[in-house]
C-alpha cells in the first residue's frame, strides 16, 4: 500500500520559514518525480515545485528563489525548504509521487502565513 504522509506545515509570520516532509512508503521512491502541490479554496491545485529522480528541479514562477526542493532517497523522503514566506504561500500543501501514468498523493499539510 502506497503512503505518503506530509509534515511540517503551521503557522509562520510573514518573512519565515517552513521545512515541509513527505515520507514515502510502498513504492520504489528514487525512480518517481516527486512533487509539492498547493491548494486554496476555490482555487485548482497548483504544482510549486518538483524533482525528477535524477534531481532537475521546477518552480512556479511565485517561489523561484524562496523555496527550494530536495530529496533523500535512502530515507525515501522529499522536502520543501520554504523561505521569505508571504501571506500568498498560504494553503493546503499536497506531495505527489509520479510514474508516468501512476499518481499519488499525500493527505496534505496545512501552511498559514499571518500575525
Known amino acids: 500500500q502506497v503512503q505518503l504522509v506530509e509534515s511540517g506545515g503551521g503557522l509562520v509570520q510573514p518573512g519565515g520559514s517552513l521545512r515541509l516532509s513527505c515520507a514515502a512508503s510502498?513504492?520504489?521512491?528514487?525512480?518517481?518525480?516527486m512533487g509539492w502541490y498547493r491548494q486554496v479554496p476555490g482555487k485548482q491545485r497548483e504544482l510549486v515545485a518538483s524533482i525528477t529522480s535524477g534531481g532537475s528541479t521546477n518552480y512556479v514562477d511565485s517561489v523561484k528563489g524562496r523555496f527550494t526542493i530536495s530529496r533523500d532517497n535512502a530515507k525515501s523522503t522529499a522536502y520543501l525548504q520554504m523561505s521569505s514566506l508571504k501571506p500568498e504561500d498560504t494553503g493546503v500543501y499536497y506531495c505527489?509521487?509520479?510514474?508516468?501514468?501512476?499518481?499519488?498523493w499525500g493527505q496534505g499539510t496545512q501552511v498559514t502565513v499571518g500575525s
Open positions: 510502498g513504492i520504489i521512491f528514487n525512480i518517481h518525480t
Open positions: 505527489n509521487a509520479a510514474r508516468f501514468v501512476f499518481n499519488f
